[in-house]
């Protein structure tokens, strides 16, 4: 079976612990390295002074 290379899609899962969610936004960390995590760790997360939230492209916003 050949399966095109447009087909296949790699998912992120959210870097925070315990979380098998797909990451959908990039945060920016002014004091830590950027994270990519689920939208509700971003919707947490992005709330601290300095931390800047980046859609990810191609993710699909539920």
């Not at 447009?6 to 960390?29: F, G, K, P, S, Y």
């Not at 990519?36 to 939230?53: F, N, P």
């Amino acid at each position: 079976m050949w399966i095109s290379l447009e087909t296949v899609q790699t998912i992120m899962i959210c870097i925070e612990n315990d979380c098998e969610n797909e990451a959908a936004v990039r945060l920016h960390i002014p004091w830590a390295d950027n994270r990519d995590v689920c939208t509700a760790h971003a919707r947490v997360l992005v709330q601290k002074d300095g931390v800047v939230a980046e859609p990810l492209e191609g993710v699909d916003w539920k």
